[in-house]
Structures are given as C-alpha cells and as structure tokens.
C-alpha cells in the first residue's frame, strides 16, 4: 500500500497533522502499536487528571478548615477506578472514529523500516514519500537489582485499590503528582529522590514550599538519596540507596523519567540519527534522513515534552509538508504545570535563568494577600514575573489552586507583547482569579 505521509504513533504528535494533510487531500496512515491517540488519552494527563479531581477538591476544602468546614469527605478509590474506566477506556475508539471521518488509515502493529521508504507492520508492506517518527517514550526502568519489583506510571493510574502504603522513586512531574493523590486517597507516601530537591525545572522557593505542605499532609521525602537495590520479603518492598538509607512499603514505583522508543525499527540502518534523548532533527523537524520527519516526546529536544508542544510540532510538520511554511519551528512561550496539592506552572524565561541574567528583572506579586477573596481562601497563591529591559512579561513562575488557569490567562500577554495600555483596554469577569492577575501585573509593565 502507498501513501503520501505516514505517522508511525498515534498520539498527539501525529494525529493533529495527519488530519490537516488528510483534509488537504494527502492519503495519510498512522502505525500503532498499542492504542490509538497514545500515553496521553489512555495512559497519561487525562488519565492523571481525573483521578485527581477528587484530590483537589479535598484539597479545597481543606482551604476552609477552621473558617467555616471540616474535611469530612473521603476518597472511594475503588469507585474512581471505575469511573475512569468508565470515561478513559472509550476514547481510543472514539478518536479511530473521528480519525475515519478524513479517511486516515489506522494500521495497527509495531512498524519498522525496510528502507527509507518502506516500512513493515504484521509482515504487511507500506511505503510513503514522507515519515513522521512520532513514538513517544515509554517509562525508564532502573538499572538496579530488583528493578523488575517496581510498577510504572500504567500501573499507578489502573490500580485498582490505593496500597496503604507506597514509595515513589523520583521527585520529578509523576512522582510528585501520583504522591499528591496517592495521599489524598489514603496511602503512606515516601519519594526517594537522588537530587537534593524536587521538580527541577519550577521555581526554587515555591518548589521547596510545595514539599514543605506536602510534607505537612504526611508525605516523606528523602533526597540525596540515589536508589541501588529493591527487594522484596513477603509482602513488603524495601528500596536501598547507595547513602546506607532503607525504606519500606507494600508498593514501589518507577518514576525516574522515560526513554524514546526509537528500538527495533531498524532507524541507523536508513541513516536516522538518534542518542540518548531521541532522534535528532533540524530546526525543521527533519531527521538525518530528509524525507522522514520526527515529532513529539521521541525528538531529542530541550522544549518540554508535553502534550502542547507534540501537537504543535504535528501541525508545524503538516504545514511544512503541504507547502505553507519554509520557516524553521518557532515555538511560542510554553507554559507547564505541575498538578500536585497546591499546583505549580511555569512559562517562558524561568526565574532561574532570569537570575543569571542583566536582561531581566523578576517581582513577586503576592497573589493570595491581594486576590484571597476570589481564590477560595487559597493562602499559598503566589506569582514571580519575569520582565525584559521594555518591561514585557517575557516569563512567570506561580504557584496555588489556580496557577494552571492562571498560566494559560498570562499566553498572549506573553506571545502579544501586550502593555499596560492593552490590558487596560481588556475587561475580564469579576471577582475571579483570571481578573487580579493582569489588573496586578498592569502595574509592572510599560
Ligand atoms: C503519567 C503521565 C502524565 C502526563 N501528564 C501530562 C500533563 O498533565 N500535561 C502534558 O502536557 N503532558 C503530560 N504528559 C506527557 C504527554 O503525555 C506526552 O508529552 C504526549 O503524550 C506526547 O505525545 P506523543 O504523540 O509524542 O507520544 P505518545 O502519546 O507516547 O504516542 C506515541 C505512540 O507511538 C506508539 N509507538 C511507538 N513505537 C511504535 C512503533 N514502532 N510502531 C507503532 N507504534 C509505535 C506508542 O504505542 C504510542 O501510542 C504526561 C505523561 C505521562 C506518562
Ligand atoms: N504535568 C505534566 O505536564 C506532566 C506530568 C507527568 C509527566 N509529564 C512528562 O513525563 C515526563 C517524565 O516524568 P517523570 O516524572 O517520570 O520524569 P522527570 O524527569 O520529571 O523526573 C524524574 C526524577 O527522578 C529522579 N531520579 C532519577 N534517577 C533516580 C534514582 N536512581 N534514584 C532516585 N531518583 C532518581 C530525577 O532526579 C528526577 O527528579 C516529564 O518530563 C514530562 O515530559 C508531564
């Protein structure tokens, strides 16, 4: 069979692009070897997320304790399980659904390539004139004794009871957002991180404030502690580190990153260069090889690896090959979020590289003082800003219940370059959290 463009994966780096190229008239496949549309929809955020919608609203509540509520609403995890079956198991078909509406083909199985314009699936042939490598990454295994005893992030999001009792290795995003719910639902939590703090991309202070109130709801953090042995007696696992620690729990899990999947695809025999932290593409998102292009989680890139920035490489990828854009990939400011209990979100310059730097200058507005009265008594609610020499808002760092949705109000501040003329012109609906915002950042900027 012979297509113009085929996607090998499903997810968002490959079906936002397979529809443009399609409804522009393209004969496009995707190649799957799993489920269709990826880790995101079925093993990833949306997954994450609704599992933590009762987390948050305990959370909430808990803002109120002492000032007029208690917190007297548990989590029934073995009813939420069902009820993320219930709402995340039919998407993948739901998704082929629409996929068949523009006459995409989904071919399922593990594809590898023959040669640079031939691949195999299931014995099956196919060849194209263009390649989107969009294989994602899957979970990092720990090269360590006893690493076959520990569970992944698929595991924690379909158990299906909360381990009374679990150890996260690795306080990075999943680790401190399965902690955040694993608590809320009832479990003793320990992460065991080799750094000597969590969340290395986020805001130092609010970063180290996050683990201070995570700790005070009874979750153990130990850090500076780099794992080198996990056994098991009975029904008890014990993770050792190379600092002489032990920690003990009815449940280990895996969370210290994940890998590309760039195995077993014969990728080196065609020419497509990859390393250790996917493969390599030009400022055109064409691999080594000039036909056969690469998206998404699989890249080897120093933009995060989110869900966002997968679709917009897709697009970027689509427009290149339909013909409307020559320009190299120019991504906007890309905000993160880190949902655990408060959340924290980033965009742009980091205060970190703010702090190295004569070009900016960072402020904090204290959100929670000024804005409590529209943020549910959310007393944690913070923002560092980052501003350029013109005084534009070039980057933020926040942290508190509203932060996700605060982030995403600070995007075309940030991508528009707007000035306190421009926000003075916008009228926003009041008394939310997404008004004070720019009323407060109106008074920093030119
Ligand atoms: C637990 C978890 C929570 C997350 N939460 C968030 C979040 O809150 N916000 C956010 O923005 N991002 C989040 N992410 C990251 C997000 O899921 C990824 O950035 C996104 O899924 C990347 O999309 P992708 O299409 O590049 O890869 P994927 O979605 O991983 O898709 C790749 C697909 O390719 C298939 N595949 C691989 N090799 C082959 C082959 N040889 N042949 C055929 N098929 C193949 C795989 O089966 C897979 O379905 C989370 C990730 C995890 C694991
Ligand atoms: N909210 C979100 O956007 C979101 C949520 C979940 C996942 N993700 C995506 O998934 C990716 C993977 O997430 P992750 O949390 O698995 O990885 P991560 O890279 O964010 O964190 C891994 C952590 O494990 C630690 N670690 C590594 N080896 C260790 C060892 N031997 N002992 C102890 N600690 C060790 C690292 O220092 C790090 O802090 C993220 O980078 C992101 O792209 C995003």
Request: hydrophobic content about 45%; overall charge negative; charged content about 20%.
């Amino acid at each position: 069979m012979k297509y113009d463009v085929i996607f090998i994966g499903s997810g968002h780096a490959a079906w936002h692009g397979a529809q443009e190229l399609a409804r522009a008239g393209k004969r496009v496949a995707l190649i799957e070897q799993e489920k269709v549309s990826g880790t995101c929809t079925n093993f990833g955020c949306n997954a994450k997320i609704l599992l933590d919608g009762p987390a948050e609203l305990l959370h909430h509540l808990h803002n109120y304790h002492g000032i007029g509520m208690n917190d007297a609403v548990n989590i029934v995890w073995p009813e939420l399980m069902a009820y993320k079956h219930q709402v995340i198991d039919p998407m993948d078909e739901a998704m082929a659904q629409i996929l068949a509406v523009d006459d995409i083909d989904i071919i399922f199985g593990h594809a590898s390539f023959v040669d640079a314009h031939t691949i195999t699936v299931n014995d099956d042939t196919y060849t194209a004139d263009n390649f989107v490598l969009a294989m994602g990454q899957r979970p990092a295994k720990l090269p360590v004794t006893g690493t076959e005893l520990t569970h992944d992030s698929k595991d924690f999001l379909d158990l299906p009871e909360m381990p009374k009792s679990m150890i996260m290795i690795g306080a990075g995003f999943i680790g401190m957002e399965f902690a955040s719910i694993a608590q809320a639902a009832g479990s003793d939590v320990t992460i065991v991180e080799y750094a000597d703090r969590a969340l290395a991309n986020f805001d130092a202070d609010y970063t180290n404030r996050v683990v201070e109130l995570m700790t005070a709801k009874g979750i153990k953090f130990a850090f500076n502690n780099a794992v080198e042995q996990i056994s098991q007696d009975g029904d008890v696992f014990s993770v050792k580190t190379a600092q002489g620690n032990t920690f003990q729990a009815d449940m280990v899990f895996d969370t210290t990153g994940r890998v590309p999947n760039t195995d077993d695809m014969n990728l080196a025999s065609i020419g497509v260069e990859t390393n250790r932290g996917g493969v390599v593409v030009n400022d055109h998102m064409q691999t080594s090889v000039a036909h056969i292009y690469a998206s998404g989680d699989v890249v080897a890139k120093t933009t995060p690896r989110l869900t966002p920035t997968a679709t917009f490489e897709s697009l970027y990828i689509a427009d290149v090959l339909l013909g409307q854009t020559t320009a190299a990939i120019a991504y906007p400011a890309v905000p993160s979020v880190t949902f655990t209990l408060p959340r924290m979100a980033q965009i742009g310059v980091s205060t970190a590289e703010a702090a190295d730097s004569d070009e900016y200058n960072v402020y904090d507005i204290n959100f929670a003082q000024l804005g409590m009265f529209a943020s549910h008594h959310d007393t944690e609610a913070k923002v560092k800003i980052v501003l350029n020499q013109q005084k534009q808002l070039v980057g933020a760092a926040l942290i508190g219940d509203a932060a996700p949705e605060l982030v995403n109000t600070l995007v075309p501040i940030i991508n528009h370059k707007y000035t306190k003329a421009d926000l003075n012109k916008t009228i926003y609906a009041f008394p939310t959290p997404s008004a004070m915002l720019p009323m407060l950042l109106a008074n920093f900027l030119a």
